[in-house]
Every structure is written in C-alpha cells, then in structure tokens.
T-cell receptor, first 113, second 109 residues
C-alpha cells in the first residue's frame, strides 16, 4: 500500500482565519514532507520531517506552522494567510530522508479570500 | 545548486504515435532520478526511480532510461489515458527533490 491521505480536499479561508491541513501515511515511512504547488509549476518544498523532527524549513513564512505528532501524521497549521498563498498543498512521505522515492497525497486545494 | 530542465514543455501526440520526453540534469552527487505523472488538481504519482547511468525501467507503455547528464521517458503507442504532466526530479547530496517544470502530454484519438 503506497497511500498518503490528506484532508480536507478543498479549503476556503479568510485572511483572519486559523485552519489546519492533515496528512496521514501507514507505510512505516520516517520522512514526511509539505510542498506547495501553484498552477502549471512544479511542487515547491516547504518543510521536511525526519523521525518526527523538523529537518528542513525552506524559509517558509511563520504564518505556516508544521507539526508532526507521530510518525504517521503530519499537520500544517495556517494563520493569517494572504491571497497569494492560494495553491495546492501536497504532503509526501518516503522511507528515509535520503535516496528513496517520495509518495504524494492527493493534495488540499486552498483558496484564501 | 541542483537543476532539472525538461523538454518539450508541451507535446501533443495522436494515439499510437510513440515519442520521448527529455530530462537534463545537473546535480551534486546523484542519489536518484525520479519520474512522476501528475493529473490536473491531483498529487504526483510515482512512476520510476533510476540510480545510475545505463539503468532502464519499464511499466506498461512507459520506459525510462538514464545517462550521466539526462534521462528519457519513452512512450510507446500512447493512449488518451496517458495524457498528463510528466515530472522529472533528482535528489543529490542536498537530500531534497529538485523538480523540473514538467512536460504536458496530450494524446488524442
């Protein structure tokens, strides 16, 4: 089973709202990732967790706050977003942070109004 | 800095018309080259991993090959359901996936 699940599928939020995106995998992977993807562009790395510890933060604004409660779950907390943050947010996982292919979830389509 | 360039940007084929997609890369210490397929509004779907020059992988109508500077994704006798964006990515010593901008493939009847 190579499934990564993400909820919700779609999210519309105002600039003053607080919301969270959730990601889950049960493949025993120890590395998990958040990506942001704009239309007709490739995925852009935001955060990497390895063994539940934040390993990489690609200089993402603090209005995005990641959390890894356990090895199967990854959250992305959103607060005071801007309209330009509207995008497809993708979660991915891999066996380890190095070498291995990443498996992506279906994404959450976020619209900030 | 790792770089990936894909060509062509868009490709339109008739059903059954075979072709190849190109992925040129520069990377510090290649650890893996990956091909993904992405349908509109969905997450990338993993297709292949290639680790060293000369390696080839096949899956149905798709075949991926790797040299020291580029990779090709050959599509043999494509069908309309093969229409998607195909993304190439590399991982080097930085341990991060660097994606190309993709090739948008459309296969018509």
């Amino acid at each position: 089973d190579t499934e990564v699940t993400q909820t919700p599928k779609h999210l519309v939020m105002g600039m003053t709202n607080k919301k969270s995106l959730k990601c889950e995998q049960h493949m025993g992977h120890r590395a998990m990732y958040w990506y942001k993807q704009k239309a007709k562009k490739p995925p852009e790395l935001m955060f990497v967790y390895s063994y539940e510890k934040l390993s990489i933060n690609e200089s993402v604004p603090s209005r995005f706050s990641p959390e890894c409660p356990n090895s199967s779950l990854l959250n992305l907390h959103l607060h005071a977003l801007q309209p330009e943050d509207s995008a497809l947010y993708l979660c991915a996982s891999s066996h380890e942070i190095r070498d291995r292919e990443q498996y992506f979830g279906p994404g959450t389509r976020l619209t900030v109004t | 800095e790792d770089q990936v360039t894909q060509s062509p940007e868009a490709l339109r084929l008739q059903e059954g018309e075979s072709s190849s997609l190109n992925c040129s890369y520069t990377v510090s210490g290649l650890r893996g080259l990956f091909w993904y397929r992405q349908d509109p509004g969905k997450g990338p779907e993993f297709l292949f991993t290639l680790y060293s020059a000369g390696e080839e992988k096949e899956k149905e109508r798709l075949k991926a090959t790797l040299t020291k500077k580029e990779s090709f994704l050959h599509i043999t006798a494509p069908k309309p359901e093969d229409s998607a964006t195909y993304l190439c990515a590399v991982t080097g010593t930085a341990s991060k996936l660097t994606f190309g901008t993709g090739t948008r493939l459309q296969v018509t009847l």
